[in-house]
Each structure stands twice: as C-alpha cells, then as structure tokens.
C-alpha cells in the first residue's frame, strides 16, 4: 500500500540555524511527492514536488527537499530559517489519482 | 485574485441539523476535492470531482454528499450530522488532466457538532 510518514511531530530550530523535515514514503512505481506548508487559520501552500530528474528540488520561500531513491526520502530543507517558517508542513505522494498526506511536522523556529 | 473561497469559516452547530459548506473557485480549475483535517492523521480526502458532473468517493466519504453542477462551485453537504464529524475541513482545486499540478487550498471551515 502507498504511504507517507512524517516520523517528527514536531521540530525546533534557532533561528538562522538549518533546518530538515524529514518524510518517507512507500510506493510502487515511480513516486511523485510534495511538500506543502500550513500558516495558522490558513489553507495549505504548495512549496515544491519532485516529478522526475535532480534529486535536489528547489521550491517557495528558500525550501528546498531531497530526493533519495535509495532511502525512499523526500526530506524538506533549509539553509538558514526564520521565525517566519514556524508553520505546519506536510509531506504527500502522488495515489491513484489523488495525494496521500503525511501527518505533518509542526516546525517552531526559535529567535 | 486566483482563490478558494469557503463559507462559513466556522460553524457551531447540533447534531441532526443539515447543513452544506460552500466552496467556490475563481481559476477555472476541472479537479476540485474535499478534506477534513484531524489532529495527528494529516488530510483525509472525502470526495473529489474530476470535473462537472463527475464525482466519486475518497477515503472517508460516509456521512458526507457533494455535487457539482458548475465548474466553481463544489458544495459539501451533511445531512444529518454528528459530533465525530467535528473537524477542520478544506476545499481543494487545480488543474485537470494527468499532469501534476499543484493543488490550491481554500483558509478551511471549522465545524463543531454538539
């Protein structure tokens, strides 16, 4: 069966510091995966996915992820974060014709 | 402005009592796709709709009707509701066709049933 997960609930980081929110999956096939992120009392936002070639995709705001076909991970990166980036991210891949969502990482950036 | 707009925002309500959850989108977008949010199990897709007229079940459709008679509008509907369907919920749209394009979420409906 197809499946994401999020193994962090949650993530602290000081501010300027990196940051990693880690997501796997389990699919058969080729995978599709994305990275959305979630303001308080605010829809989702798509940030990046990765369809097919470098396995380093660059997205929104400074997020970049990596893929690793070898591992099945697809986490979620940042060199240097912000207070601003303290949100709600999900992972997700592609179905059958639909996303199948991890339970998010609740990312807290400290200043 | 490209955007999924939800009414209400938040709704407190009884159990029993009707009600249906607008969701409309400006983008002309063919896929269009219902989700509740629960706290430690991420989004669980309720129904979706590949265009006018075309709907089908996601993973927890029980409890929950759609319909789709114009291509902006796609309405959820509780008939007769019940507490356990207390939850944050969202629409979604995008593009149609086997591309992947991403998805654009509406701010969410809070919904409480007493």
């Known amino acids: 069966a197809q499946s994401v997960a999020q193994p962090e609930d949650q993530v602290n980081v000081a501010e300027g510091n990196p940051l990693t929110v880690k997501c796997t999956y389990s699919?058969?096939?080729?995978?599709?995966l994305f990275w959305y992120v979630q303001y308080p009392n605010r829809g989702l936002q798509f940030l990046l996915k990765y369809i097919t070639g470098d396995n380093l995709v660059k997205g929104s705001y400074g997020f970049e992820a990596e893929f690793n076909k070898s591992q099945t991970s697809f986490h979620l990166k940042k060199p240097s974060a912000l207070v601003s980036d303290s949100a709600l991210y999900f992972c997700a891949v592609r179905g059958n014709y639909q996303l199948i969502w991890g339970a998010g990482t609740k990312l807290i950036i400290k200043p | 402005e490209a955007q999924v707009t939800q009414n209400p925002r938040y709704l407190i309500t009884v159990t029993g009592k009707k009600l249906t959850v607008t969701c409309s989108q400006n983008?002309?977008?063919?896929?269009m796709s219902w989700y509740r949010q629960d706290p430690g199990l991420g989004l669980r897709q309720i129904y979706y709709?590949?265009?006018?007229?075309?709907?089908d079940k996601g993973d927890v459709p029980e409890g929950y009707k759609v319909s789709r008679k114009e291509k902006r509008n796609f309405p959820l509907i509780l008939e007769s509701p019940s507490p356990n369907q207390t939850s944050l919920y969202f629409c979604?749209?995008?593009?149609?066709?086997?591309?992947?394009?991403?998805?654009?979420f509406g701010d969410g409906t809070r919904l409480s049933i007493l």
């Open positions: 983008m002309n977008h063919e896929y």
């Open positions: 699919v058969s096939g080729n995978p599709y």
């Open positions: 709709s590949m265009n006018v007229e075309v709907t």
């Open positions: 979604a749209s995008r593009r149609g066709g086997l591309r992947l394009w991403p998805q654009h």
